[in-house]
């Protein structure tokens, strides 16, 4: 195995990125994206789960068994990781290095939990946090309705979450480098952009 081109790591920090379901992560990221075809990459997850028709090992995922993701785990390997139901997700150093080594900046987008993990690993070295917020409960209920990608019931389990996610990033518990509150898009991008772009 190549050794880590660490100078590229440290030139290249990771960025995390979360905020309640609905915030606009996914938005703001595209656009950024569009802006900056070369500079960013997310990094390959591993899952339990089985590849579905099309996917291909080291593409949408890396597909390990059960007992070679609890190896992962125990050697620290995962900067995160979850199960959910009958399947664990994780991103590994490696898997977040790879993208560091071609040059470019790895994208996190994660969920409370994993950022609480991330903040806390024994060994990674610490990326920098973004926690997108929306301006108020009302907007942001609305906006997960006008998405019209979810169930009643989805969308009252997102809005009980993000409530719970708002408090943490208010806590002193919080990792957050950089709080944006997403309330006219054009200025949270651009708010957005400038802490990932200049720090
Ligand atoms: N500033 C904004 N003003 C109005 N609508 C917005 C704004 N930002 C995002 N939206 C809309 O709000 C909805 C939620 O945004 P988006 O899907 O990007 O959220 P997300 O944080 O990625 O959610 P998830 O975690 O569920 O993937 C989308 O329909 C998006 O077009």
Not at 17 to 46: C, N, Q, V, W
Not at 52 to 68: I, P
Request: hydrophobic share 35%; aromatic share 8%.
């Amino acid at each position: 195995m190549a050794p880590t081109d660490t100078s590229a790591v440290e030139r290249n920090r990771a960025i995390v990125i979360s905020g309640p379901s609905g915030a606009g992560k996914s938005t703001i990221l595209a656009r950024l994206f569009k802006e900056y075809p070369d500079k960013f990459g997310f990094s390959i997850s591993h899952t339990t789960r089985g590849p579905r028709a099309g996917e291909q090992n080291g593409r949408e995922y890396h597909f390990v068994t059960k007992d070679q993701f609890k190896e992962l785990v125990d050697q620290k390997g995962f900067i995160e990781h979850a199960t959910f139901g009958d399947n664990s997700y994780g991103t590994s150093i490696k898997a977040v290095n790879d993208i560091a080594e071609k040059g470019r900046i790895c994208i996190l987008d994660i969920e409370m939990e994993g950022v609480k993990q991330v903040a806390n690993h024994p060994t990674f070295p610490r990326p920098r946090f973004l926690f997108l917020q929306p301006p108020n409960e009302e907007v942001l209920e609305q906006r997960l309705r006008s998405r019209a990608t979810d169930k009643e019931e989805a969308i009252l389990k997102r809005l009980k979450q993000a409530k719970i996610e708002m408090e943490f990033a208010k806590s002193g518990e919080a990792p957050h480098d950089k709080i944006v509150v997403n309330d006219d898009l054009d200025k949270a991008y651009e708010e957005a952009r400038k802490f990932i772009i200049e720090g």
